[in-house]
């Protein structure tokens, strides 16, 4: 499954309007991988974006999770942004 969000940020002093398509969440079971399953999802996922008129699409991954990482390269997605916090006891 995939599920996305369409997220509408107007203007404000800290960063220019935005439109894009947030993936949210994507998953494919571990015995459908490779099957072309992963692929057809993101497909559905630009032609969602075509039909709105959306010229972007995010996601987010987790570090650790190197094998999405390449799939998502392999589909044409760029790294963008890094996040970083610390746990405070």
């Known amino acids: 499954y995939v599920f996305c969000n369409l997220v509408e940020k107007p203007d404000n002093p800290f960063i220019n309007a935005q439109r894009f398509l947030m993936i949210e969440q994507i998953s494919v079971r571990p015995q459908a991988h490779r099957r072309g399953v992963g692929d057809s999802l993101m497909k559905q996922v630009e032609a969602t974006a075509s039909d709105l008129d959306v010229k972007r699409i995010e996601l987010g991954s987790w570090d650790f999770n190197v094998g999405a990482h390449g799939f998502f390269e392999?589909?044409?997605?760029q790294k963008h942004?890094?996040?970083?916090?610390k746990t405070i006891d």
């Open 74 to 77: 392999q589909m044409g997605y």
């Open 81 to 85: 942004h890094f996040k970083f916090w």
